[in-house]
């Protein structure tokens, strides 16, 4: 049964024990949510889960772990059932958990296995569980006037080619879509559904290509700077606490202008 503090959103970051999930996870908290905080379930990442859980909870929010690969669809349920036990609803999905290209290169050499896999976790994944949490939602009904939302963290890539990761920006590309289809579909049962596209964002992903983006952020980046999680987060809540509520599939841009045209 759940306890008296369900009285409170509740959100699920898939990835959230790093980067940018770790960031959402901490802002969601801050904005008052419950947080049901997914990521691979590895040994070394337990003193992890544990650190970020502290961190929630000295906003207030309460937080649990759950622990696995969001491109088992058969996890999805259970991670679903998890949050619902312990807080009885879902308010928001940040579906974040992401893998970059087995390796960087010509996209004449891209293997199956790498498009297979970015294919699995960046688009299946995000797929079936908006789709999982949208049943749940709707089942639900909205709480005490509290906005719903699924929340699609892509890339500039979606939009901007990379010919090194070819199947990085095709799997993001049709998690673009996935965000729409969504928001059509659920915009009638006031669910809002929205995609944040972040740009050079500084991450454990990032870091080992640091040298070529700190050259590209000089000459291509208006804002001059790399980004940061937090400044992911602060989208993610702006969606999430419902202050872009009669927009429709809207995606957000948080790269410093990187995607912007220009000659």
């Known amino acids: 049964m759940a306890d008296s503090s ?9 990835g959230a024990l790093r980067g940018i999930g770790r960031a959402c996870a901490i802002a969601l908290a801050k904005s008052g949510f419950n947080v049901l905080l997914n990521d691979l379930a590895i040994s070394d990442d337990a003193s992890l889960s544990q650190q970020l859980i502290a961190e929630i909870g000295k906003s207030g929010s309460e ?11 058969d996890q999805h349920t259970p991670l679903i059932d998890t949050a619902c036990s312990r807080w009885g609803r879902i ?7 992401g893998v970059g ?7 004449l050499d891209v293997t199956s296995e790498s498009f297979d896999r970015c294919i699995r976790v960046n688009t299946k994944a995000v797929f079936f569980l908006s789709q999982a949490v949208a049943r749940s939602m709707l089942q639900q009904g909205e709480i005490s006037g509290q906005h719903r939302s699924i929340v699609n963290i892509t890339s500039s890539n979606a939009v901007a080619v990379s010919t090194s990761r070819g199947e990085y920006c095709v799997s993001k590309c049709a998690s673009s879509m996935t965000t729409r289809l969504f928001a059509v579909r659920l915009a ?12 050079i964002i500084d991450t454990e992903m990032t ?7 700190d050259a590209l952020i000089g000459d291509s980046v208006p804002a001059r700077r790399w980004g940061f999680p937090a400044d992911v987060a602060a989208a993610v ?14 995606a957000v841009t948080v790269d410093g202008g990187l995607t912007i045209p220009r000659f």
Do not use: H
Request: proline content about 4%; charged content about 25%; some cysteine.
């Open 63 to 73: 937080s649990i772990f759950f622990g696995c690969d969001i491109s088992d669809l």
């Open 188 to 199: 009638a049962e006031g669910i809002g559904v929205y995609e944040i596209r972040p740009g």
């Open 91 to 97: 308010d928001c999905l940040v579906n974040n958990a």
């Open 237 to 250: 809540c702006s969606m999430a606490e419902g202050r872009l509520t009669y927009t429709v599939g809207q």
């Open 207 to 213: 870091r080992p290509v640091k040298e070529k983006y």
């Open 6 to 14: 369900a009285s409170r959103p509740t959100a699920i970051v898939t």
């Open 101 to 107: 290209v087995a390796k960087r290169g010509d996209l």
